[in-house]
């Protein structure tokens, strides 16, 4: 197998608390990654990271979740088990949009998580998911209905009204919203009870109209001119144009040896890959890889999905992120869980 070695950019303080890591795009279309604690969300420009010279912008996190930034970094969105919350930089709540309760079961409309805070079935988060337009007017979200209803709504930023609904036809229990390059498109990835597990919705400004993929491949990023989709069984990586859906090229995961007592399954991609730029993307395979002894982050050739072992200088746990530029973070525990105080890896940059 042939490999290729990164360069290591930069090593980050490690974080003190669990934090989420993701990326975000400013209106200009650079990079900035941004951490999550359970009380702090902090939004940094990576070049000023990399000099240690970032000044984030930060908001007061309401509950713990998968928040997504406005492209002028002056709003965050804050998806939770009643409500869709909206927090400006001075930790002030622009606005709420209430939906019933995502707790399997409950489906009531809180109005406020007090109603529920220490009771026990409503001890995790909520399934729902939200994400700006690209042109920061609108926030996309994911919401309840009732007990099996879910809908898809388009909000005003600035206010929080509903632009535009749309019943998804879904019953999930996690989803993922990716920005489509296109203001009035977004891409719905559900992991379903029942529906589709695609879901595109484009909206013109009054209508919200979805259109339900059946194809059965879950989608795992996009970028200005193609999506990245995997198959539930997770043995076809495959690499699309986001005009038509036509698939440009496909590749399954490296056969690897297993050392004993490690199992005799075959070798699967992991849920997770991300562009890296326009010629190539990050792929990783499952964590029976690490068993073998074998690192599994891989180094994919668009459009002929040739594949390239990242080798790192020494084993890494988690899952590379890209900052745009052809860097990626590294250091990161599932998806996109970031280290524990000193126990952990602390988080590195790297570049080819």
Request: aromatic share 8%; charged share 25%; proline share 6%.
């Amino acid at each position: 197998m042939e490999f290729v070695t990164p360069r290591r950019v930069a090593t980050l303080p490690a974080f003190t608390e669990w934090a989420w890591v993701a990326t975000a795009v400013d209106i200009d279309g650079a990079r900035r990654l941004t951490t999550q604690t359970s009380t702090v969300l902090a939004v940094h420009d990576v070049d000023a990271l990399i000099a240690g010279t970032s000044e984030p912008v930060r908001f007061s996190v309401p509950w713990r979740g998968i928040a997504a930034v406005s492209p002028t970094l002056d709003l965050a969105v804050f998806p939770g088990q009643h409500a869709v919350r909206a927090v400006d930089a001075a930790s002030r709540t622009r606005w709420e949009h209430r939906h019933a309760c995502w707790v399997r079961g409950c489906g009531k409309r809180h109005l406020d998580a007090a109603e529920y805070e220490g009771d026990r079935d409503h001890g995790h988060n909520g399934a729902g998911s939200a994400a700006f337009s690209a042109d920061g007017r609108f926030v996309w979200a994911l919401a309840l209905t009732d007990v099996e209803h879910e809908e898809w709504l388009v909000l005003d930023a600035a206010t929080g009204e509903v632009s535009a609904r749309a019943d998804t036809g879904t019953r999930s229990y996690g989803s993922q919203q990716l920005r489509h390059p296109a203001p009035g498109r977004m891409v719905l990835s559900v992991a379903e009870r029942s529906g589709p597990p695609l879901l595109w919705g484009a909206f013109d400004g009054s209508v919200l109209t979805v259109e339900p993929d059946y194809t059965e491949r879950l989608l795992l990023d996009v970028d200005e001119a193609r999506y990245l989709t995997n198959t539930d069984d997770r043995d076809s990586l495959a690499v699309h144009d986001l005009a038509d859906g036509e698939v440009l090229g496909t590749v399954e995961p490296p056969a690897l040896r297993r050392p004993s007592g490690a199992g005799d399954g075959p070798t699967r991609w992991q849920c997770h890959a991300v562009f890296l730029n326009a010629d190539s993307a990050l792929a990783v395979t499952d964590e029976n890889d690490e068993l073998a002894g074998r690192n599994h982050h891989w180094l994919v050739d668009l459009p002929s999905m040739h594949l390239r072992t990242i080798r790192y200088p020494k084993p890494l746990e988690g899952l590379p992120l890209p900052l745009g530029g052809g860097r990626w973070l590294t250091g990161a525990r599932g998806v996109g869980w970031c280290s524990e105080g000193a126990k952990a890896r602390p988080p590195r940059i790297w570049e080819l």
